[in-house]
């Protein structure tokens, strides 16, 4: 070992006692951080992570290490010297090693100085280590790889500039060979094996944070596999003609280890489950909630994905991680469940299956070729099929796009969640058509309402379709369900034209544009007292058509999925000449979140009582609010309900004369039953030095004029709460590294009221925040240059959501009901119903001081700047109804990985600031780093000096 260490030291010195290190490692950090900052653009991405700075390592390293090792042995056969090093006592093996230290050493220095990079990001935002640690590993793995890559070829040659383009050449064809771009010229069967060869794909692999076994072993393998023809390769310039025996003997042994090496990679690539998970939310980990589900399973499950060997270059990498996500599935369920991974275009049969059984068509993918572009059709889908239920997770589902400076980055969209929650709704949240229709007392009559004089030709093949699934429906419900085709626009028709458009609402298609002639084409289902449309697709599709008479009998019986009430604002408002105006704000991207995972059905609040089947109420943005409506949300908290209230006393609304929006105070409806509760809103609007940008319009003076442009800037009432300002362990915010609270209120408590309540305060304002009363929301940069609004002197924090769990005292206690006083004011003697003074402990009850924070509006315009808040705003509600409706195993999946970790706001001057101390940071360590060095080499010189000074004085002395 001193031998090798000896050798180490020497190749240092020969780096350090010229600028030659600083030359190579200089170069290296300053293409680091102009890919970092400028190439990647790291503050216009906003994102707490790394990978911009991993995802160039591999390419960045192929020219730091060939310019290392270039000299290595090149240089010792130009100038003589390696005769000495071979004559000394040492073995080869040790002067290969020896050297290989050296490269690693430096490559160890290299990676040491972009420390900064990271704990710069954990600064200003929460960063994941795992994958920090995992990208260094990568790193430190790769590098030793090209190390051994380089060092073999510099001592094949005794010219630097061929060893430095050969390593060049040799590191770039193992990286281009696993990438995209390479093996999108051949099928996904050869896919895979090229990924397995290549360093950067199983760079990758390591790099996002997983430690797999086999990607530790290639890595091994392969720079062993280099090391030992190096050290062949110095041996070999010892030979002569007659050592045939050694010779042969060599080789032969170099040849079985070499072919041991490849057969362990071989053999362990099977073992995909051999692998450590360092995120910290275990995002490539099968969650226990899986676990559960998948191996309790009581009849066989079908997982089965539809992949097409020839797709699109940016969707080749993901297949084999769907493969080992399905496969995890497999062992978890205890053989319960199947899964498949096929290629529909192969098998014409499955295709046609796909096609028709499950609405599964593939996608067009434009892909550029050397001299041309082409159209390829290509699937990529999901089939989960429990019994006779089924779920397609598509393309949009499957993946996520984000636009980069480097290009386009593809990536799986939380592939466990979407898997367990289509396995959880195949299993428990639907029952079968036959458990449907036994439950039903009285037959289902589903109508097919037809104007067959007037339907046009290109109908008549959906309307065979129909009748053959309807009818075929029709037999096999045992009596339960009655079809029948009726024309409503003949004479005595049972149910005629005009009963359809008044009672029923179903107006007509026009048969042509300004037409006055048209017809019908609907299905009708009628449950009982519930009436359904259904509107038949436009293509004839079997599994649509019948996907769509099965959900309609579904939604009309009970005990399927949860369903949760909605209320929102009307979305047509009277300005203050009278006339009706559509509103700004509007929650249709909140509505759609929910109704992934929740039956949503509007409720009426004006009847006072909400309808037992309701699991949760979402009542968002309330206004003006009578006592039936009050009455109506207390007493369904009374009966154990969950109330989840998005709540702000001001409503979003437009200067249309001045062009900017503006804020107007209105009356909830609600203040009075909430401090009963002992929760008070106020009536003000908190504002925050620590908040999110947003584009507003903003005045500028271009000479004479003023130019009004629309610019990011940091807006106040976008208070920016992030996770040390959040309810720490509390599912609701679990995993959620962002929340923007857009035009938020303070939600303050009081103790003595709440304290027999499991009370939570789920978000909260920094402390650098100050509250206001103004409604003007528009920021004027000329009277307040810092962030356009006047900022209080006196500063706190503030409330801004809370829920509360446990027994609650009805509003409405020791008083009438107001669905019990007559319009005279008397008391009616004859109730419908008695209030309910006292809830169970079961009651929940959440209070959001912003609707703004689900609002379309301001989460379109933010969207523009970067998607972060968008999902994690919309996360931050559908984890609200979890908790509210108890069903929280999914909730803990969903946080793994699918919010995103964001960086503080940060403003011009604060983005240069960092960038500049990072550069800074990085020169005064290299450059104290090679000082260190040349301190330390003339001490050890001056020893040397001395000790040889004082050794002559001796001999001089002694022959005296």
Request: some cysteine; glycine content about 6%.
């Amino acid at each position: 070992m001193k031998q090798i260490l000896a050798i180490t030291r020497k190749e240092l010195n020969s780096y350090f006692n010229s600028l030659l290190a600083v030359i190579f490692l200089g170069t290296y950090l300053a293409a680091i951080a102009i890919i970092f900052f400028t190439v990647e653009g790291f503050f216009a991405r906003g994102i707490a992570d790394i990978r911009s700075l991993f995802s160039w390592i591999p390419v960045l390293m192929i020219f730091l290490i060939a310019a290392l090792t270039m000299r290595q042995w090149s240089e010792e056969q130009r100038s003589g010297t390696l005769e000495i090093l071979l004559s000394l006592p040492t073995s080869h093996v040790q002067l290969v090693l020896g050297k290989f230290l050296a490269v690693m050493s430096m490559i160890g220095i290299a990676l040491l100085l972009t420390l900064p990079f990271p704990i710069m990001v954990s600064i200003l935002g929460n960063l994941d280590w795992g994958p920090v640690i995992g990208g260094y590993l990568a790193s430190i793995l790769i590098a030793t790889a090209y190390a051994s890559i380089g060092l073999f070829i510099s001592s094949r040659t005794d010219n630097q500039i061929v060893a430095l383009i050969l390593t060049v050449i040799t590191g770039g064809a193992f990286y281009l060979i696993g990438s995209s771009f390479f093996t999108s010229f051949f099928p996904s069967s050869l896919v895979e094996i090229f990924r397995a060869i290549g360093t950067g794909s199983r760079f990758e692999s390591i790099q996002r944070g997983v430690i797999d076994v086999r990607d530790l072993v290639y890595y091994g393998s392969l720079s062993t596999f280099f090391i030992v023809l190096n050290v062949l390769s110095i041996d070999h310039l010892r030979w002569s003609q007659q050592a045939t025996k050694y010779r042969v003997t060599t080789m032969r042994t170099t040849a079985l280890i070499c072919l041991n090496l490849i057969a362990i990679n071989i053999w362990i690539y099977p073992l995909y489950g051999l692998r450590l998970d360092l995120t910290s939310q275990k995002e490539f980990t099968i969650s226990q909630t899986t676990r559960d589900l998948t191996s309790t399973l009581p009849e066989q499950l079908l997982i089965r994905a539809y992949l097409s060997e020839k797709t699109h270059p940016l969707l080749s990498p993901l297949i084999p991680q769907i493969s080992d996500m399905l496969k995890e599935y497999e062992i978890a369920s205890r053989g319960m469940i199947s899964a498949e991974v096929i290629d529909p275009i192969d098998d014409p049969e499955i295709e046609t299956e796909a096609n028709q059984a499950y609405g599964i068509q593939p996608t067009p993918f434009q892909i550029a070729g050397r001299n041309e572009s082409s159209i390829i059709n290509a699937y990529f889908d999901i089939l989960v099929r429990y019994g006779d239920q089924s779920i397609v997770i598509g393309l949009e589902d499957l993946i996520e796009v984000q636009q980069t400076a480097s290009g386009v980055n593809v990536s799986l969209k939380n592939l466990e969640y979407n898997l367990t929650s289509a396995v959880k709704k195949t299993v428990y949240g639907f029952q079968s058509i036959d458990s449907i229709l036994a439950e039903i007392e009285e037959p289902v009559k589903l109508t097919l309402l037809l104007s067959q004089n007037l339907l046009p030709e290109n109908e008549n093949e959906i309307v065979v379709l129909i009748n053959q699934i309807a009818i075929q429906i029709q037999d096999e419900s045992n009596g339960k369900l009655v079809f029948e085709i009726v024309d409503p626009d003949v004479e005595g028709s049972s149910i005629p034209r005009q009963q359809l458009i008044e009672e029923l609402g179903i107006e007509p298609y026009p048969i042509a544009l300004f037409s006055q002639d048209s017809y019908f084409f609907h299905l009708l289902l009628q449950n009982g007292n519930q009436a359904q449309i259904i509107y038949p697709p436009t293509e004839a599709n079997e599994a649509d058509i019948r996907l769509a008479i099965e959900s309609a009998l579904k939604r009309t019986s009970s005990g399927f999925l949860k369903v949760i009430g909605i209320w929102t604002p009307p979305t047509t408002t009277q300005d203050i000449y009278g006339q009706t105006q559509q509103a700004i704000s509007s929650y249709r991207f909140a509505l759609e979140q929910l109704n992934s995972d929740y039956e949503l059905q509007y409720v009426d609040l004006s009847t006072g009582r909400i309808p037992d089947n309701f699991d949760a109420v979402v009542i968002i943005a309330p206004q003006n609010l009578g006592e039936f409506e009050q009455y109506a949300i207390d007493q369904f908290l009374m009966r154990g309900g969950a109330v989840i209230l998005a709540i702000s006393p001001y409503k979003l609304d437009a200067d249309y004369f001045g062009g900017f929006l503006t804020l107007t105070p209105i009356e909830t409806g609600l203040i009075e039953m909430l401090n009963s509760y002992g929760i008070f809103v106020q009536n003000q609007l908190v504002m925050d030095s620590q908040n999110a940008a947003f584009p507003v319009a903003v005045n500028r003076n271009v000479g004479q004029v003023q130019v009004q442009e629309i610019q990011a800037v940091d807006y106040p009432y976008f208070v920016d709460v992030r996770p040390e300002m959040m309810a720490g362990e509390n599912l609701i915010v679990s995993g959620l590294p962002a929340i923007s609270m857009n035009w938020a209120s303070p939600v303050q408590i009081q103790k003595d009221l709440t304290e027999q309540r499991q009370t939570t305060v789920l978000l909260s304002s920094s402390n650098d925040a100050w509250t206001s009363t103004s409604t003007n929301i528009q920021p004027d940069f000329e009277s307040y240059p810092e962030l356009g609004f006047d900022i209080a002197e006196i500063r706190s924090t503030f409330p801004l959501a809370i829920s509360m769990q446990g027994s609650f005292e009805s509003f409405f206690k020791d008083k009438p009901a107001p669905t019990l006083t007559n319009p005279d004011g008397t008391v009616n003697s004859n109730p419908g119903f008695t209030t309910i003074s006292q809830s169970s402990a079961n009651s929940r009850l959440v209070v959001f001081g912003s609707a703004g924070f689900i609002d379309d509006f301001p989460l379109q315009l933010s969207s523009r700047l970067t998607q972060d808040y968008v999902v994690n705003n919309l996360r931050l509600l559908q984890n609200t109804v979890d908790w509210s409706v108890e069903d929280t195993d999914l909730l803990s999946i969903r946080s793994r990985g699918s919010a995103t970790r964001v960086l503080i706001p940060l403003d011009t001057k604060q983005q240069s600031f960092w960038e500049i101390s990072i550069y800074v940071i990085e020169a005064i360590i290299l450059f104290g780093l090679y000082g260190f060095w040349q301190i330390r080499r003339r001490k050890h010189n001056s020893i040397s000096i001395l000790t040889l000074h004082s050794k002559t004085y001796s001999e001089g002395a002694s022959n005296e």
